[in-house]
């Protein structure tokens, strides 16, 4: 993979991020809704994008184009996905934990769209630019964060730890972080760095989710589902996903005193009463790589 020094909104990570809020869009417009993102489409509607993202799901006989069939059918799947973190945050909020941090946050809009005790910190850390968008449109639709939120603008192969407890992390309190479709993005010596940064800034009684591509390693000598995956989405994937092997998160998680636990995509959906056969085709293939969600809790001593 070729590293992203530099990208905005509509190249390399930014434009999945906005492919992302479309899909938060298409699923809050679903009768089985599993999330509700009231302000997902103001993204996507304040930039022009080279990929006209579908932002709601098409009535019974319209007619869909190939790529527009793909993303309808992943935002299935990011439905689930989404769902699931919510539910992480929710469970450690009732758990205690008042400090979360979306690390590569994004689009993500979970600080207007969830219920919030009012004690909550929520911290976005994402890129500059991505930052600066976000504020932009946020500002334009006069949102209200339920919670106190703050935006770290650091790139995360810097210092970001410094930015982030320069802008009120407490390092001596339990967090729950949140890195929501980062890890398929990040060299094998980065993920490694990252979770390590993490554990070190985590007290007794954090938690982390996070999603990982099964096959990432077999990738490496077989290209050919990044290609397809790029050619039906119009998103240069093979680019953007990293190939390289790697130690599992997990391995190093129960090697540094987190309790995991794992399961795949799927299990997650039928849990939703989510089935994601491709609603075109009937047909079980997916349009997203094979994916594993991690949730973890550091042992209190």
């Not at 935006?151 to 995360?156: I, P, Q, R």
Request: charged share 25%.
């Amino acid at each position: 993979m070729m590293e992203q020094h530099t990208w905005d909104i509509v190249t390399g990570p930014g434009i999945t991020a906005l492919g992302l809020a479309a899909a938060r869009t298409v699923e809050s417009s679903m009768p089985d809704a599993l999330i509700d993102d009231p302000l997902g489409a103001a993204f996507v509607h304040a930039v022009e994008s080279p990929i006209a993202f579908p932002s709601r799901w098409p009535a019974e006989g319209e007619p869909v184009t190939d790529q527009q069939a793909l993303h309808l059918h992943g935002s299935r799947y990011i439905g689930v996905r989404s769902r699931f973190y919510d539910d992480v945050v929710r469970d450690a909020l009732r758990g205690g934990v008042r400090q979360i941090v979306l690390l590569a946050a994004g689009l993500d809009t979970r600080a207007f769209r969830l219920d919030w005790p009012a004690d909550v910190t929520l911290y976005e850390v994402d890129q500059p630019q991505m930052i600066d968008f976000k504020e932009d449109v946020l500002r334009g639709e006069q949102a209200q964060p339920g919670c106190r939120r703050i935006a770290v603008g650091t790139d995360l192969r810097e210092d970001w730890r410094a930015a982030l407890t320069t802008a009120g992390f407490t390092r001596s309190v339990p967090a729950a972080w949140v890195a929501e479709g980062l890890l398929a993005y990040l060299p094998a010596d980065a993920e490694e760095r990252l979770l390590r940064q993490i554990h070190q800034l985590s007290a007794p009684g954090s938690r982390i989710a996070l999603d990982r591509i099964a096959q990432v390693n077999r990738l490496t000598s077989d290209a050919a589902p990044l290609d397809q995956l790029s050619s039906r989405s119009g998103i240069e994937m093979k680019s953007l996903i990293n190939t390289e092997a790697r130690q599992q998160p997990a391995e190093w998680l129960r090697l540094n005193g987190w309790t995991v636990r794992e399961e795949d995509v799927t299990t997650v959906a039928h849990r939703y009463g989510r089935d994601l056969t491709d609603p075109f085709t009937r047909q079980s293939t997916s349009p997203w790589l094979d994916t594993r969600l991690l949730t973890a809790e550091l042992a209190r001593p």
